[in-house]
């Protein structure tokens, strides 16, 4: 890779999107106005944004490039609207009045099936299909590991020292006998699925872990849900998650998309940036939500061959049409080898780049297509 690639650049000009979500005092600081981000004059196409804090655990930014304020805005509320609707459907940690969502499957975990809505019933149906027919490695039954590992996460990150972990747990970290306890409690096979009636059914001691996919699979679906309402122009980051539709409506080509570096240098704040027209781009890794006990780095990924948080790279951002595959690719990348990283491109047709625990940057071929080269 060129050194160029690498250098500092002004983020004003573009977009920045880290890996993953973190629970912090974004919130606080985040809001759900809308505003016009130009000075262009009346008739002339404008950017229309809207930001908030309350689906998928991150800041959402959705803008919209268009020369009609009205149009505009309704679409930012519609949009964000629909993100709340999605959210509370896939949430596995929270129950609504009224909704039957991932939550309401689990709580019925070894009851009974469960009729559920269509749109939920299609993103179990696309994870177990995805894990079954590309790679293993994403997961969507790991919820009894993944709550145990969060556990201990919440500790860490509310402040509590290892002692004081230790105090409450017994130790520091699970243990593996402990996570060995809940593999049968992990194998995706016994997520029960009816075609026919939409009904879903997990055996008693599972749960459903939709953090993998989710968030994508909703992207995608208000992505393609504003291509349907007349958006020729418009650019969603949820998080790790960039979906581009069209071109910016400023005469540019390509949105440019930052892809952070891991080591969160402030004064090298991307490691490579992306030229993005009608496709997506999804980054898993290891720096925005994981805690640190004697010197190791425990991050939110959990490896379903090993139930540990992975460790082999510092990032990977895979690029496609689809947010709600890249999603699922990505997390199954960052638990793969560097092998396996090359044989789910070429299976998917998918540009994939990641950064290794030494923070040397690969990629397959074709992502040289979407990396910016400076040239522009």
């Not at 500790?155 to 002692?163: I, S, V």
């Not at 809940?182 to 749960?207: A, C, F, W």
């Not at 092998?339 to 074709?366: C, H, P, R, S, V």
Request: aromatic share 8%; proline share 3%; glycine share 6%.
């Amino acid at each position: 890779m060129k050194k160029k690639f690498l250098v500092s650049i002004a983020l004003s000009a573009m977009l920045l999107f880290t890996a993953c979500d973190r629970k912090d005092n974004t919130k606080n600081n985040s809001t759900n106005k809308i505003k016009v981000e130009s000075t262009a004059t009346k008739g002339e196409v404008k950017k229309y944004n809207i930001e908030f804090y309350d689906t998928f655990d991150t800041v959402i930014d959705i803008a919209i490039y268009s020369d009609d304020e009205n149009f505009a805005n309704e679409n930012l509320k519609y949009a964000k609207k629909r993100f709340q609707e999605l959210h509370m459907l896939f949430d596995n940690y929270k129950n609504y009045d009224g909704i039957i969502n991932a939550k309401s499957i689990n709580d019925d975990a070894g009851t009974k099936p469960l009729i559920v809505d269509l749109t939920l019933y299609n993103l179990i149906k696309f994870s177990v299909d995805n894990h079954n027919n590309i790679s293993h490695k994403t997961n969507i039954a790991m919820g009894p590991v993944t709550g145990l590992w969060n556990s201990y996460r919440t500790e860490y990150e509310g402040g509590k020292t290892k002692e004081q972990v230790v105090e409450k747990f017994g130790q520091a970290i699970p243990t593996e006998a402990e996570l060995e306890t809940l593999r049968p409690y992990t194998n995706i096979s016994n997520i029960k699925l009816n075609d026919d009636k939409k009904t879903v059914e997990i055996n008693k001691g599972m749960s459903l872990d939709l953090g993998a996919t989710a968030k994508g699979y909703a992207t995608e679906i208000v992505a393609r849900e504003l291509e349907e309402r007349g958006v020729k122009s418009a650019l969603i980051s949820a998080g790790g998650n960039v979906r581009a539709i069209g071109s910016p409506g400023d005469g540019r080509e390509f949105y440019k998309v930052g892809i952070q570096n891991p080591t969160m240098d402030p004064n090298n704040p991307t490691s490579v940036i992306l030229n993005l027209k009608d496709m997506s781009a999804v980054t898993s890794g290891d720096y925005q939500r994981y805690f640190e006990v004697d010197g190791v780095r425990y991050c939110h990924i959990i490896d379903p061959d090993t139930l540990q948080p992975s460790g082999n790279l510092k990032s990977v951002t895979v690029i496609a049409k689809d947010s709600g595959l890249c999603d699922f690719l990505s997390t199954a990348c960052f638990n793969s080898t560097e092998e396996e990283i090359k044989e789910i491109a070429a299976k998917t047709n998918t540009a994939i780049i990641w950064i290794t625990e030494d923070n040397e940057l690969k990629y397959t071929e074709n992502a040289l297509e979407y990396i910016d080269q400076g040239e522009n």
